[in-house]
């Protein structure tokens, strides 16, 4: 009902709750076209038939906007970032009760240890490594925290036991007492070992997709081998069923046909009977119907993929065998996919696309170092520029090789962190434009 409220003696009609609910429609409806028209606009710039697959975070606004471009413009597909996909996975484990308790000691150990300039020093006399600062902004940070932690253990024992620490007024405090008990008590370590145990799969396959490595192939396989993986490694029944809901969860609000049609493409699956499964199956001849109207072309595609899956011609050779599991699939299908050239041709396509947004996430990195203090007065433009010389000046400096091959059945366990890595993905105090190597290196450029 229409209220009329008098103020200062003249009479205004409140809208009604449905006029207000239209009201905010409307408004969120003009903010998605006002976004699906940038969207557009950039599409424009490398051509709509040169653009396959849009990779986005899976915000509710960019969920929307794609969902508009995909109905006007069918051919172009749309899935959220990957590595946004398993982070969120690793977020809802590090919220199970069984798992906060030990974040949390670790969290304290390391505050403690970081929070002392003179225990840093200490550790450092023992190890050449240090103690990881949790940090909110990266992925799996909290979990990766925990394995520097598991590492420096033996390290950490003999720091808490040795004369300069008990030197320290710190080791008489509560804190000190309570965190060298932590370090010593074997069943808090067992229990973190456990722990990482189970999220290790996730983490490798995070470690997979947060790369500049065409590896959208390996998505959907790898999420079916992460429930076997914690089922072999979780003995209690409820606590598995609890972690494989989470996962399926995340999965399911994640997964796109491009992830099945590119799993149903990549040879290191080659004859695993991907067509198998219903959910496959359906979502290649789904994406077949939009992409190739014409039911000729569809048929020599589909004729082509059997030779494929039966090892016939150049895909059953024994080099193309052997290189399933050496190159990289996009390379595989260049070198050994003669025999179809139609299949080929959209083999490379699909597996050539990138299963993650993290990468380009990070080009704000370098404008936030760019447009600094200290740079207040650079016009947009000209940090845009400053923005794609550094990057592409990384990208030149890179010896990692494009189509490096990065597989499943390549290690079940998480890759090395190095020094390096931990520098970039360590939030550190000081402001990094202080370094001397990014000053001259800006300097340059400008």
């Known amino acids: 009902m229409v209220q009329q409220i008098a103020r200062h003696g003249i009479p205004y009609d409140l809208p009604t709750e449905t006029a207000l ?38 915000e509710a606004s960019n969920k929307a906007t794609t969902r508009l471009l995909e109905a006007r413009k069918p051919r172009i597909m749309w899935a959220p970032c990957l590595a946004h996909c398993l982070n969120n996975i690793l977020k809802d484990f590090a919220k ?31 190890s050449s490594r240090r103690v990881l600062k949790f940090s909110e902004t990266r992925f799996a940070f909290n979990f990766l925290m925990m394995e520097r932690l598991v590492e420096l253990r033996p390290k950490l024992q003999q720091m808490f036991v040795s004369d300069a620490y008990i030197a320290r007024l710190e080791s ?67 606590r598995y069923e609890e972690l494989n809901q989470l996962i399926s969860n995340r999965w399911w609000a994640y997964h796109s046909t491009f992830h099945s049609v ?50 016939e011609g150049s895909f059953g050779t024994g080099d193309s065998q052997m290189d399933r599991t050496t190159k990289g699939s996009v390379q595989w299908w260049e070198d050994n996919g003669y025999s179809g050239p139609n299949l080929q041709r959209l083999a490379i396509q699909v597996l050539s696309q990138a299963s993650s947004s993290s990468y380009v996430e990070r080009l704000f990195s370098i404008f936030g170092h760019i447009a600094s203090k200290k740079r207040n007065c650079l016009v947009v433009n000209r940090i845009a520029d400053l923005v794609f010389v550094a990057s592409n000046t990384k990208l030149i400096g890179s010896h990692t090789s494009y189509d490096k091959f990065v597989g499943l059945s ?37």
């Open 21 to 58: 609910r239209e009201q905010l429609l409307q408004v969120e409806k003009a903010n998605l076209e006002i976004q699906l028209a940038k969207v557009k606009a950039c599409i424009e710039i490398v051509g709509e038939e040169n653009v396959v697959f849009i990779v986005t975070d899976g």
């Open 410 to 446: 390549q290690t079940e366990s998480i890759p090395q962190i190095t020094n390096d890595d931990i520098e970039a993905m360590e939030e550190e105090d000081e402001d990094e434009d202080d370094d001397p190597a990014n000053e001259e290196l800006l300097d340059e450029m400008e």
């Open 96 to 126: 199970l009760p069984w798992m906060v308790g030990l974040l949390d000691k670790g969290k304290t150990l390391v505050g403690f240890l970081r929070n002392h300039l003179h225990l840093v020093a200490i550790l450092a006399s023992f």
């Open 172 to 238: 008489r405090t509560d804190s000190g007492i309570a965190c060298q008990g932590i370090v010593f008590n074997d069943t808090y370590w067992n229990e973190v070992n456990h722990m990482l145990g189970v999220s290790r799969r996730v983490m490798y396959l995070l470690w997979m997709v947060d790369r500049d490595m065409p590896v959208i192939g390996k998505v959907y396989k790898g999420m079916d081998q992460m429930s076997e993986n914690i089922r072999q490694q979780e003995e209690n029944n409820l």
């Open 262 to 311: 590119a799993y149903m493409l990549d040879p290191e699956f080659q004859g695993r009977g991907q067509e198998k499964s219903r959910e496959v199956s359906k979502d290649w001849n789904m994406y077949l119907e939009i992409q190739f109207p014409d039911y000729q072309q569809r048929s020599t595609i589909k004729n082509q993929l059997c030779q494929y899956r039966n090892l």
